[in-house]
Every structure is written in C-alpha cells, then in structure tokens.
C-alpha cells in the first residue's frame, strides 16, 4: 500500500531555514500537501503542490518535489518561534483524490 | 470559514464502555472522515463516508463503527472500549475530490 515517510524530529535556530523532508510511494498522486499542527489543536493546510509542478513558493515557504525521486520537501525561511508545530506530509491516494496518506510527522522545534 | 467541531476535546472511559465521539461540519462537505493520531505513526483512517448513509472503511476499522445519519454529522462508535484504543480521535471533512482536508481540534480519548 502507499507510504509517507518522514523524520520525527528537526531542531533549528531562530532565524534559520528549515528544510521537512518527506518520501512517498504512490507515482499516481496528483496532489501532495503539508499540513501544520500547532499544540492542542487539528491540522490546517499550509500548502500543496500538483504534481506537475517542480516548485512551489508562498511568502516563507517553498516546497520542492522531485517526482522522480518521490521526494517532497518543505523549507521555510526565516523560522520563527511561532512556526513549532508538527508538520505533516501528505499524499492522495485514490482515483478521486477523496483520501489522504500521511507521513508520521515532524515535530519542528525552534530554539531561540 | 469552515468549521469542524468535535463533541468532546478531553474524554476517560472504561473499558467495556461504549463510546461515542460526534463530529460536526458547518460547509455543506460530502466527505467526513474519522482518523486517530498516535506519536510515531502519523494519522491512521479509521471511516470516511461520501455521503449522508455512505460508509467506507479505512486502514484500522477494527474495534470502531461509524453512522453518517445526516450531511453535517459523523460520529465514531467504539462499540466495547479497549486500552488499546486510547488515542487522538480527529475528524475531517472536504468538499470533494483533491480538495483540503478540514480538521477539528480533536478528541483526547482515555480508556481506563
């Protein structure tokens, strides 16, 4: 079945970029996307990206996705106390784009 | 805004109890889903129904039941609670196909 692969943990300094790695599986996925969760609450959509698309940037973020490597990342510049969250990658997995796989999750400190 | 809210955001039951988390949608989404959150394994789809009576299992139906009664609500039945069901309950919903998972804050489920 599909698989998205993560690392757990990335500590960096404030002010540092910060650069999620994520590894999937499904060659078919149209859409991969990052989702955010700060403490105590769900995960929101930080972004996405086609999967006809190399890059993608919006403000701090910059997603990268090497297709052929089925590797997705997600940097961040300028990282700030604010962005300490647990980041989630994730995939479609279906014909219809109706259900997600997610990675396990990176839990992203950021010291000052 | 879309909002999703979940019923319950702390629950402590005992095993054998019969659970019952509910999950509300405000946008008119046809899919719903129910996953449960643990540290290391990311998010695991329990049900998703596309539609009001529509029901699907996920990856990890065993233990759970789901009811899609009306459009805005789906709620998750843990028939005969067990241990090893304590967990982060998350509900999401989409519009349709490739389009953002919406989440809720979430149900921290204890069982005794």
């Known amino acids: 079945g599909e698989d998205v692969e993560q690392s757990l943990f990335l500590s960096v300094r404030e002010g540092d970029s910060s650069v999620i790695n994520c590894t999937y599986t499904d060659s078919s996925s149209t859409y991969l996307y990052w989702y955010k969760q700060e403490p105590g609450a769900g995960l929101q959509l930080l972004t996405y990206i086609f999967s006809n698309m190399d890059m993608k940037q919006d403000q701090r973020l910059t997603v990268l996705l090497n297709k052929k490597d089925k590797h997705l990342s997600l940097r961040i510049a300028d990282t700030q106390t604010g962005d300490s969250a647990i980041y989630f990658c994730?995939?479609?997995?279906?014909?219809?784009?109706?259900?997600?796989?997610f990675g396990p999750g990176t839990r992203l400190s950021v010291l000052p | 805004d879309v909002k999703v809210t979940q019923s319950s955001r702390y629950l402590v039951k005992r095993t054998g109890e019969k659970v019952f988390l509910e999950c509300v949608q405000d946008m008119d989404h046809e899919n719903m889903f129910w996953y449960r959150q643990d540290p290391g394994l990311g998010l695991r789809l329990i049900y998703f129904s596309y539609d009001v009576k529509m029901k699907e299992k996920g990856d990890i139906p065993e233990g759970y039941s789901v009811s899609r009664e009306k459009k805005e609500r789906f709620s998750l039945i843990l028939e005969s609670a067990s241990t090893n069901q304590t967990s982060m309950y998350l509900c999401?919903?989409?519009?349709?196909?490739?389009?953002?998972?919406?989440f809720g804050p979430g149900t921290r489920l204890t069982v005794l």
């Open positions: 999401a919903s989409s519009l349709g196909q490739y389009n953002e998972q919406f």
């Open positions: 994730a995939e479609s997995c279906d014909n219809y784009g109706q259900n997600f796989v």
